[in-house]
């Protein structure tokens, strides 16, 4: 989840590869904006504590209100605690009477001989350690005797994406010693460090009394890096374009990268959504001459590797092994079909994963019907006997689509608890449709297939297409072809267990503009509707900096339904900006957010849980976890956006939900400095929560590496975990302490 704001260090943040001219709804005349006045309230006083081991605050508020837990049972209370201040501490601050653990974090040794963790940069053989930047996750229960279990509340596996690494110019430099080298070539240590430092990680943890830990020799526990088999399954599966030197077939590749949302699938397995991967590649100047200007220079501009594109690591100058030749993908073999080098390889990345946590023997695959692109999460309709499954994605990057997927076969029951659960992902995932959206000002939408059976796919004449194989590789394109709407960074999506609503975050989005210069910058529309100034340390920020996120209902509650209405559950904002155009949900200082980004609604008490991660607020709090009780799409009213300005005047209508209240949405949770929360997941009974907190220290600068003074944050050492000082992405575990449900 790399923000879209640029970060003190930012290397390839959500390339702007998209520069179609797709409508954004009504074409009008762009205006120019005023700069709101900025008004901001105090901040709450905090009381720092030291609970179960782990600095954090406690904070010392009111008394908790009294809301009302009105999903199933009227009067029961939730969101019963007080809303956390903001903060720009180096802790974990939650309310008073909970209890936070940190249980696994980067360097843990999970396989074989590794080492006790120095965290001093002198560790290798990352491939049996916990990778770095703890993102989405999923609990998969286990029984006393190590079965598969949906009730387990005291023993499971925690799959845990490790997307990226915390960088400048080229090196991962916390995990090296001095730094790493910032200048090509790159060493062959180092990149090795690095490219095991990604990837996926099954862990077991256990909770004894009332503490929770990893277990370092558990049977179950593994890593999926980027020497690992994964196969390639649904319609690419074979095709010419997953033709590599590795597999000259089409059928298999190498890794999973830039891990960042997940899923969990009706028949329990777990989904990876991958990320940023282009700029792990590099692209050697005059590549489209060597191509012969054909269509696969197209597909790598649309995807953001124009030629020239330097890598984001120089993982290709690592030696001559074929490990490091991968990451060039170039033309530079003879061959007709790319079987002699990996001008290929990367059509084989930017899919949804699937991995049975609990079967190491069974090989990952990645679902291509699901399509390719910066994928996050990948979440369920409510599975219902004698339906279509469907299922939910965004594309995270500048101006890009929603998605979902629809299976040819019909749910079965039986299928829950299958005797080889990857098969059920093969019946699922591998033969249905795939749709993007289009949102209209009025409220309404389509879901249009991306198929030759789609005129405007078929009669695509910038890419033609060949076959639904090549329309699974670039998604972007066919996307493109049938004028999707442009979305201000589509991440996490969930699922309201209680009506079936889908909720996606649209993080921010710096090209919004009442004066868009070049196909990049795009006016403000009804889903996308605010363009303002916002300003950080000074300095102006402009855009939709805040992001919001936007919810939608099938038409008849239907997984294949064609048809939707949408409107916006909630802005972020800061408390006492402008109310028009800017804090439209009227947040408060216990609400007021930035950058929605990680989304997830507990199964069992319904709570939706929104996650930051944020550049724009930063100089105010570090980023944060918030608790939701909302409503349903309709619940608020339709409203006109008016934009004056010297060119004429911007009207843009929108639909907003009812705003939050203090009873149904504050902050729960604010993390250490530079911090980015993420990932989130329970035990069946609401009464443990997983949080991972990604790249504490983000912004300290590689000269720092010698002297922890001058870290920008030294978690979790600093809360009694581990070795050495500098930071490190972990899980922790929220509990209460009266042993209640959290959030309740």
């Not at 991660?613 to 930063?618: E, H, S, V």
Request: with cysteine.
């Amino acid at each position: 989840m790399t923000q879209e704001t640029p970060r003190p260090i930012d290397f390839f943040n959500n390339e702007d590869s998209n520069t179609t001219d797709n409508p954004t709804f009504d074409s009008v005349l762009g205006a120019r904006l005023s700069r709101r006045n900025m008004l901001r309230g105090g901040a709450s006083v905090a009381a720092s504590a030291v609970l179960g081991g782990a600095a954090v605050t406690g904070c010392a508020t009111g008394a908790g209100d009294a809301s009302t837990y009105s999903m199933a049972l009227p009067g029961e209370k939730l969101l019963g605690f007080p809303a956390v201040a903001k903060s720009l501490a180096d802790v974990v601050s939650v309310p008073p009477g909970y209890k936070v653990d940190i249980i696994y974090a980067l360097g843990d040794p999970i396989l074989g001989n590794a080492t006790p963790f120095k965290n001093d940069g002198s560790d290798a053989d990352f491939d049996k350690r916990a990778g770095d930047h703890h993102d989405g996750m999923e609990w998969f229960g286990l029984s006393e005797n190590g079965q598969p279990s949906r009730t387990s509340v005291n023993r499971g596996l925690l799959a845990v994406n490790h997307e990226a690494t915390t960088d400048e110019k080229l090196s991962s430099f916390f995990i090296h010693t001095d730094g790493g080298k910032s200048t090509l070539p790159r060493p062959a240590a180092e990149v090795d460090k690095e490219t095991a430092l990604h990837g996926i990680s099954v862990v077991e943890v256990r909770k004894t009394g009332d503490k929770w830990a990893y277990l370092a020799n558990s049977s179950f526990n593994r890593r999926l890096t980027q020497q690992s088999d994964i196969e390639i399954a649904g319609p690419a599966r074979g095709n010419r374009l997953m033709v590599t030197k590795y597999s000259p077939t089409g059928t298999k590749t190498r890794g999973t990268l830039n891990n960042c949302g997940t899923g969990l699938t009706p028949w329990g397995t777990f989904l990876t959504g991958e990320e940023n991967f282009a700029g792990y590649f590099h692209r050697t100047a005059g590549d489209d001459a060597r191509r012969n200007n054909d269509k696969s220079a197209t597909s790598l501009r649309r995807y953001g590797r124009g030629q020239g594109a330097a890598s984001r690591h120089g993982w290709e100058t690592g030696g001559t092994e074929d490990k490091y030749a991968r990451w060039n993908n170039s033309k530079i073999g003879t061959s007709a079909d790319g079987s002699d080098d990996y001008r290929n390889e990367m059509n084989g990345q930017g899919y949804v994963v699937e991995m049975d946590v609990y079967d190491a023997t069974k090989l990952a695959k990645k679902r291509t019907a699901l399509g390719r692109y910066a994928h996050e999460s990948a979440v369920f309709s409510k599975a219902v006997a004698g339906q279509p499954l469907a299922v939910y994605m965004g594309d995270d990057a500048r101006n890009e689509y929603i998605y979902k997927y629809v299976s040819n076969a019909n749910w079965d029951p039986a299928d829950a608890n299958p005797a080889n659960r990857m098969n059920a992902g093969d019946k699922y995932l591998d033969n249905g449709k795939l749709y993007t959206a289009k949102f209209n000002a009025d409220g309404t939408g389509q879901w249009i297939e991306l198929s030759l059976n789609t005129p405007a796919v078929k009669n695509y004449t910038t890419y033609p297409f060949a076959d639904q194989a090549d329309i699974a590789v670039n998604t972007r394109l066919a996307a493109d072809a049938v004028g999707a709407t442009k979305m201000d960074r589509p991440e996490w999506c969930a699922v309201n267990p209680k009506n079936g609503e889908v909720y996606f975050t649209l993080t921010n989005n710096s090209n919004r503009s009442l004066t868009p210069t070049g196909s990049s910058q795009l006016l403000p529309d009804a889903s996308n509707p605010r363009v303002y100034t916002d300003m950080k340390d000074g300095k102006p920020q402009s855009g939709n900096p805040n992001g919001h996120i936007l919810r939608l209902r099938e038409a008849g509650n239907s997984p294949a339904a064609t048809t939707l209405t949408w409107d916006i559950y909630v802005f972020g904002a800061e408390a006492g900006a402008a109310a028009n155009p800017v804090n439209l949900s009227n947040l408060t200082d216990d609400q007021d957010m930035s950058s929605p980004d990680g989304l997830w609604f507990s199964p069992y008490t319904g709570i939706c849980w929104i996650q930051t991660d944020d550049g724009a607020y930063t100089d105010k709090t570090n980023c944060m976890m918030l608790a939701a009780l909302p409503g349903q799409v309709g619940d608020g009213k339709q409203v006109t956006l008016n934009y004056p300005g010297a060119n004429g005047n911007l009207a843009v209508q929108t639909q907003i939900g009812k705003a939050p209240t203090a009873s149904t949405l504050k902050r729960f949770l604010v993390g250490p400095a530079g911090c980015e929360i993420t990932g989130v997941c329970e035990t069946p009974d609401g009464k443990s929560l997983f949080i991972n907190i990604q790249h504490p220290g983000e912004g300290t600068a590689m000269a720092a590496i010698s002297d922890p003074a001058k870290y920008q944050s030294q978690w979790p050492a600093n809360a009694g975990y581990g070795a050495g000082k500098r930071p490190r992405s972990a899980t922790i575990v929220i509990t209460k302490a009266d042993g209640g449900r959290i959030g309740t």
